[in-house]
């Protein structure tokens, strides 16, 4: 029994240690760090973002030039090497990159990234695997495609392109411009357009493969047999507003004022 009583007490002793050891790196406090800049921009520059996992902010104003804020977030420090941040600007334009080495989509390592750039700049190219797009104000062109995640948008103009594949999408108080257009796909998700005013002109198609469509603009409704589909042709029927979803519903409404 001395025996059997001396190894437990030094199993005790040696599991203690073996828990006080690994409970802080549990318990450990994410790291952050944070990358700013303010960019010049010349007229009719593209904006180019790409991102693992991150959480966007594009928020567009009466400025000129561009500010960049990048904070990431990641386990240790050394996990920061995990996850690099490009600025740069050129005749090409504006991208900016925070995407993990070697293609890897760890959710631990991660960032976000908020932007303050003019109100008609040309968003060209946002690309992001996996997190949040938050867009206000923009009014010019705007193409986003988040693989997961929701997109969410507020006063748009101009030609949109937006594509959640699972999250949905949800867009207030835009309008669809006389030179614009707005295209938005949904691969599993709610798709919600809130339009700032009724639009007058305007060709509307919507269909969702499994799901239902409501709308306050006055739209032709098929949905006795397979995906329910509506269509509408208003004025000249010029822009275009395409939505699309495979799995979700489609609403349509307009701000009430």
Avoid at 99 to 109: G, K, L, Y
Avoid at 178 to 204: C, K, S, Y
Wanted: net charge positive; hydrophobic share 40%.
């Amino acid at each position: 029994m001395g025996l059997y009583n001396r190894r437990m007490r030094w199993f005790a002793c040696s599991l203690g240690l073996l828990l006080a050891t690994i409970a802080p790196a549990r318990g450990a406090s994410p790291v952050t760090d944070r990358t700013s800049r303010v960019l010049p921009m010349a007229a009719d520059a593209p904006i180019r973002i790409d991102a693992t996992v991150a959480d966007v902010v594009i928020t567009g104003s009466a400025r000129n030039d561009l500010r960049v804020d990048v904070e990431r977030r990641v386990p240790a420090r050394d996990d920061l090497a995990r996850l690099p941040v490009t600025i740069d600007s050129g005749p090409d334009g504006i991208h900016v990159a925070v995407v993990q080495e070697r293609d890897a989509r760890n959710p631990d390592v991660k960032a976000t990234i908020t932007i303050a750039a003019p109100a008609d700049a040309d968003l060209r190219s946002v690309r992001v695997f996996e997190g949040s797009v938050k867009l206000t104000n923009l009014t010019r062109a705007c193409d986003v495609e988040l693989r997961r995640g929701a997109i969410d948008a507020d006063r748009l103009a101009g030609r949109i392109r937006l594509e959640s594949g699972l999250g949905g999408i949800d867009v207030r108080d835009s309008e669809l411009s006389t030179d614009g257009m707005m295209r938005l796909r949904v691969f599993n998700g709610p798709l919600r357009v809130r339009f700032a005013r009724p639009p007058e002109n305007a060709r509307i198609l919507a269909v969702t493969l499994n799901g239902a469509i409501a709308s306050e603009i006055p739209l032709t409704i098929k949905d006795q047999f397979g995906p329910r589909f509506g269509e509408s042709t208003l004025g000249t029927g010029s822009p275009l507003l395409s939505a699309d979803v495979v799995k979700g519903d489609i609403t349509l409404s307009v701000t009430k004022r």
